[in-house]
């Protein structure tokens, strides 16, 4: 099975701040990717597919990169509603699908 | 509006049965594949099965395959999820997901999510 690897796992960050959260498959993937959000006691949010397709009603400051084992998640300015939890996930190696362990971003 | 809304879940032994059902309102259910997600306590997403638009094709993560059977009423507007020979690893919130619209994999993101019904394996 594919393996997902984010880092970091924890991102301490301040409203404002520029983050960057990477997902590091395991063997290539093209660019069969997608990003989720959870806020606690939540369902997840799906933020970004196909690596960089932004969902609809997606804020434009969450953004996508990356194609084979290499992808990035970016939030250009935080604002207080992002401190949540991220989850890459590959859809390439179907069945299974895999998600990424998560990032914790907390408020600095 | 669009919504699923799980139900089923609760406490059972280990080596039980459960058998959760997720009600679609709100879109066409026969235009999309399907997911069951679960996180267990404190833990992160694990897929656990899914199943294309007509229920012709379905999937299931190595540790409930043998175990769990996924299936689709389309006439009910409703998906379900079969889980026997329950572990206490079994442990979690369910939540059943919509996948994008398309017939590939590059679609099996989850696009809507349920909030969840909770099951717990225990003795």
């Known amino acids: 099975d594919i393996q997902l690897t984010q880092s970091p796992s924890f991102l301490s960050a301040s409203v404002g701040d520029r983050v960057t959260i990477t997902c590091r498959a395991s063997?290539?993937?093209?660019?069969?990717l997608a990003w989720y959000q959870q806020k606690p006691g939540k369902a997840p949010k799906l933020l970004i597919y196909?690596?960089?397709t932004l969902q609809s009603g997606v804020p434009s400051r969450f953004s996508g990169s990356g194609s084979g084992t290499e992808f990035t998640l970016t939030i250009s300015s935080l604002q207080p509603e992002d401190f949540a939890t991220y989850y890459c996930q590959q859809l390439n190696s179907y069945p299974p699908i895999t998600f990424g362990q998560g990032t914790k971003l907390e408020i600095k | 509006e669009v919504q699923l809304v799980e139900s089923g879940g609760g406490v059972v032994r280990p080596g039980g049965s459960l058998r959760l059902s997720c009600a679609a309102s709100g879109f066409t259910f026969d235009d999309y594949g399907m997911s069951w997600v679960r996180q267990a306590p404190g833990k992160g997403l694990e897929w656990v099965s899914g199943i294309n638009w007509n229920g012709g094709s379905t999937g299931y993560a190595d540790s409930v395959k043998g175990r769990f059977t996924i299936s689709r009423d389309n006439a009910k507007n409703s998906l379900y999820l079969q889980m026997n020979s329950l572990r206490a690893e079994d442990t979690a919130l369910y939540h059943c997901?919509?996948?994008?619209?398309?017939?590939?994999?590059?679609?099996?993101?989850?696009?809507?999510w349920g909030k969840g019904t909770t099951v717990t394996v225990s003795s």
């Open positions: 196909a690596a960089s």
């Open positions: 063997q290539g993937i093209s660019s069969y």
């Open positions: 997901a919509r996948r994008g619209l398309g017939l590939s994999p590059y679609y099996y993101y989850m696009d809507v």
